[in-house]
């Protein structure tokens, strides 16, 4: 059974580039969805004037949410009109969407629940794309690998992927990030339900048009990045290695917190009262604060090693009951 493939398309101050998006979409799509977020610019005013594609739909937001907002709306349109798959593409042409065939196949063949592009597979394809959007999506991608634990998936911060309905089923969305922080926030949620992500390479696109409307102020925005990502491995580490399961990496990881931390605060506490005793500290006593920190990192390294082994490799949607999801042969 041939899936239903739907696009979302979140617009904001995209006037005269979301057109031309639409017009590069194959008929593998069943639907499309544009989102007005509260365009200023009479974004979705100017898809519906201009576009006569009887799949396009319109919807609005009367002020501007975030690219989260947005999506989310478009996704709960999508799957409400009988979606099996909704792909996120962004309305400022910085996506090709010749490429959406290529990024719904591994869900459509039952290898993943969710695909996303990766811009960084082919290191040519790294020129393309400007050199402080390449330094900050680097991080981004570094970071989100322990919030998320999807320690083999890359270039987190991009915006282009697909979803399957029954694995967004599963999803809390009312606590999904509603801004720039929608994409890694998501990852995160996708990690604790143990979701199938794969990546799929895609060449980037940055033309000058679409740079010119991008409102994304990486650095600006990196505070908020790093605040969210902490909280969230936090978050994961918490439920993953206590509420959801105890396992050999939840004693890794419990030892090398008690046995690091122990080491540290009493070879802290140990230094500062003999300095200020003036006293000598005897070799011994070093030992005593430096053997737990070392057996500490080892077991830290032990638990990262359980981590990385640990990601999941068994799509959900397969299982989750017979449906517009079960794409059998």
Same mark, same amino acid.
């Given at each position: 059974m041939t899936p239903s493939?739907?696009?979302v398309?979140?617009?904001?101050?995209t006037l005269g580039l979301?057109?031309e998006?639409?017009?590069?979409?194959?008929p593998e799509v069943a639907g499309i969805?544009?989102?007005?977020?509260?365009?200023? +610019?009479?974004?979705?005013?100017h898809?519906?004037a201009?576009?006569?594609?009887?799949?396009?739909v319109? !919807? =609005?937001?009367?002020?501007?949410q975030?690219v989260?907002a947005?999506?989310?709306?478009?996704? /709960?349109?999508a799957?409400a009109?009988?979606?099996?798959i909704a792909?996120k &593409?962004?309305?400022d042409g910085q996506?090709h969407?010749g490429?959406i065939?290529?990024?719904?196949r591994p869900i459509?063949?039952g290898?993943a629940d #969710? /695909?996303k592009?990766?811009r960084?597979?082919?290191?040519?394809?790294?020129?393309r794309?400007p050199a402080d959007?390449r !330094?900050?999506?680097l991080? &981004?991608?570094?970071?989100?690998?322990?919030s998320?634990?999807?320690?083999a998936m890359?270039?987190?911060?991009?915006?282009?992927f697909a979803?399957?309905?029954?694995?967004?089923?599963?999803?809390?969305?009312?606590?999904?990030? =509603?801004?720039y922080?929608?994409?890694t926030d998501?990852?995160?949620r996708?990690?604790l339900v =143990?979701?199938?992500?794969? +990546?799929v390479p895609?060449a980037?696109r940055?033309?000058?048009?679409?740079? /010119?409307?991008s409102q994304v102020?990486l650095?600006r925005l990196?505070?908020?990045f790093?605040?969210n990502v902490?909280?969230?491995?936090?978050? =994961?580490?918490?439920y993953r290695? &206590?509420?959801?399961?105890?396992?050999a990496?939840s004693?890794?990881? /419990?030892l090398?917190?008690v046995?690091?931390?122990f080491g540290?605060?009493f070879?802290l506490?140990?230094?500062?009262?003999?300095?200020?005793?003036? #006293?000598?500290?005897?070799?011994?006593t070093?030992m005593l604060?430096?053997?737990?920190?070392f057996?500490?990192?080892?077991? &830290?390294?032990a638990?990262?090693?359980?981590?990385i082994?640990?990601?999941p490799t068994?799509?959900?949607?397969?299982d989750?009951?017979?449906?517009?999801? +079960?794409?059998g042969?």
């Amino acid at each position: 059974m041939t899936p239903s493939v739907y696009v979302v398309l979140p617009c904001y101050r995209t006037l005269g580039l979301t057109v031309e998006v639409i017009a590069g979409i194959g008929p593998e799509v069943a639907g499309i969805v544009v989102v007005d977020d509260g365009c200023p +610019d009479g974004t979705g005013d100017h898809v519906s004037a201009a576009v006569t594609d009887p799949r396009v739909v319109v !919807l =609005r937001h009367e002020s501007n949410q975030g690219v989260g907002a947005a999506t989310l709306t478009g996704f /709960a349109h999508a799957f409400a009109r009988g979606a099996d798959i909704a792909v996120k &593409l962004d309305g400022d042409g910085q996506m090709h969407p010749g490429d959406i065939a290529r990024l719904v196949r591994p869900i459509a063949l039952g290898q993943a629940d #969710v /695909a996303k592009g990766n811009r960084f597979f082919n290191p040519a394809w790294l020129e393309r794309m400007p050199a402080d959007r390449r !330094l900050a999506n680097l991080l &981004l991608s570094f970071s989100s690998k322990p919030s998320s634990g999807y320690w083999a998936m890359f270039d987190a911060s991009n915006g282009f992927f697909a979803i399957h309905r029954a694995v967004f089923a599963m999803l809390p969305v009312e606590r999904l990030a =509603r801004g720039y922080y929608f994409e890694t926030d998501l990852w995160f949620r996708l990690g604790l339900v =143990r979701a199938v992500i794969v +990546d799929v390479p895609i060449a980037p696109r940055y033309s000058e048009a679409a740079a /010119a409307t991008s409102q994304v102020r990486l650095w600006r925005l990196a505070p908020v990045f790093v605040g969210n990502v902490l909280r969230n491995g936090f978050k =994961r580490l918490f439920y993953r290695y &206590l509420l959801q399961d105890f396992s050999a990496g939840s004693l890794y990881l /419990a030892l090398a917190v008690v046995l690091t931390g122990f080491g540290g605060v009493f070879g802290l506490a140990t230094w500062i009262h003999n300095a200020v005793q003036g #006293v000598v500290t005897t070799p011994g006593t070093v030992m005593l604060a430096a053997l737990p920190v070392f057996l500490g990192l080892q077991f &830290l390294f032990a638990f990262l090693a359980f981590d990385i082994s640990a990601q999941p490799t068994r799509p959900l949607h397969p299982d989750l009951g017979p449906g517009p999801g +079960d794409f059998g042969a």
